[in-house]
């Protein structure tokens, strides 16, 4: 959200803008999709009762009922519907025309640079209003006369009346997120400076605890991890000047130290900065989501990757300015952004691409579709180093990957015994329990961990219900959240529920929370990552 200043200012455009509909849409279809596209118009959506999952710019979020989305032309943008009912979700498609000059005679569509005042997501403040008049600009749009699309047109500058006003409107939480981006603004445009969470927290005008805790819950990270993304991505930017050293990157970034910067850099991209910038230099597509692990662990950053996947949130926010050329699920969309960015090799999983489409990848460049259900993680591994030369990488990788798992399994036997141990996954609508082919493996294979009796060992996931969780008998259980609360929140409420309460792991107090960002995926990196929190886990 805007200063509110500043968005005043941006209303005084009002003005001069002729806003012009040219599409209507009322959709209760649950397997609606918009896919993954520039935006030629600007998009307003409305939610009166659906639930609508939302990709703007590498940004993930829900559109949730009484809420709606204004996208401005030439923003990058996906949306499904999660949940849908009847009248649930409206999307209408308009243009601001400017005057320019206040001269009639010159006209410009505002695609390239909107002058329109609104956008983002605003909350409404009458729903029901909104969503008889939503219905009544649908109703009159379909008419096949001129007078019945001028009624449309007519009640549409109502429409967009009501979305500017309650774009206006302040509230308190509307009042703390403006805090916080001013801050964010401060540290995208000062990041290379020495500063504070004190300093911070003075500037949003909250005391240094509320200012941490609201900065987590608005951006999903710390601040100190934001800033921390921040250098690190301008750190990227200036390794393409050969020219300069590293000692001189890290001191225009914000730290003084060179080696210092050197363990950071390799702390959030996973390789040294000098390894980076060598395998920069080969352009490799991860087409399917499991492959960033893949590469990652090779320690290649792919240049084109799928970043519209719920559970690629970790990856989005650490490599959005490595991957050069998002991917989504669209086959056209991809093949056809792959044919322009001309890659020097293609990775995809065999198991999720048609072949025909695997065929037509193979004429965009050289292709490697790894054989998934016949082979487990590591020869996942291997294959992929074999195609791109770099086995030695991989088995270098494999061998350390070893020596870890034997020092934590050394822990695990300490503390675990014979216990069974269940991964579980509350996501918002359902319940999953983890099998071999995910991050579980690592409990029930490398560090030899009692698997809960009914665990598919050939599964990644299975649905369940919360009372059949105690059917699996197992003694502690592992659990990540997916729904959106706090981890304080969700054992609030499922302290509530007899069935969660009669689970033995839960009587036996045995119950411990995981990180959320892991969910399905089965690759190198993951499983690494989950290695290091059960390791976290036993000491603590």
Known sequence: MEDLEVKKARYKELDRLWLKLREVECLDQKNWRLQLDYMKHHVLMISISSKVKIVVDGNMSTLIPGHAYVFLPGQLMQAAIAAAHPKGLYVFQFDAIDEIGYRESILEITRARSNFPLYGEIGLTDASAISELCYMIWVHWQSVEALGRMRSQAAFQDLLCRMLEDGQASDPEEDRHQSVKRTMDYLEQFSHLPMTIEELAEM??????????????????????????L??????????????????????????????????????????????????????????????????????????????????????????????????????FNRQALQASKPDYILGIDHFIPVKEQEKLKEVAPAFFVPWLSNDWRTHLRLIAQFL??????????????????????????????????????????????????????????????MPKGIGAKTSHTLVTLEQLADYDAERLMVMFTNGLSTQENWDLLKKKNAWNEIKAVRNQAVTSISPWLWFEYSAYTQERFLNEVATIVKA
């Open 389 to 450: 030369g770099i086995e030695d990488v991989a088995e270098i990788w494999l061998e350390d990957y070893a020596r870890k798992a034997a020092k934590v399994k050394d822990l695990v036997n300490d503390v675990f015994k014979d216990d069974a141990v269940l991964i579980v996954h509350i996501s918002e609508e359902h319940i999953y329990v983890y099998g071999e082919r995910s991050i579980a493996s690592v409990l029930y294979q490398d560090l030899d961990i009692r």
């Open 231 to 332: 250098r690190i991505n301008q750190a990227k930017v200036l390794m393409e000047n050969p020219k300069l050293k590293l000692r001189d990157i890290a001191k225009q970034v914000g730290y003084q130290d060179e080696y210092y910067f050197i363990r950071k850099f390799k702390q959030q991209v996973g390789i040294p900065p000098a390894t980076y910038m060598k395998n920069k230099q080969r352009k490799v597509a991860a087409y399917s989501f499991p492959n960033l692990g893949q590469l990652l662990a090779l320690k290649i950053v792919p240049y084109a990757a799928p970043m519209d996947h719920y559970w690629t949130d970790l990856y989005r926010r650490k490599y959005q300015y490595d991957v050069i050329t998002p991917l989504s699920h669209d086959y056209d």
């Open 204 to 229: 949003a005008g909250m005391s240094r605890y509320y200012y941490m805790r609201s900065f987590k819950q608005l951006n999903g990270r710390s601040v100190m991890d934001y800033l921390s993304d």
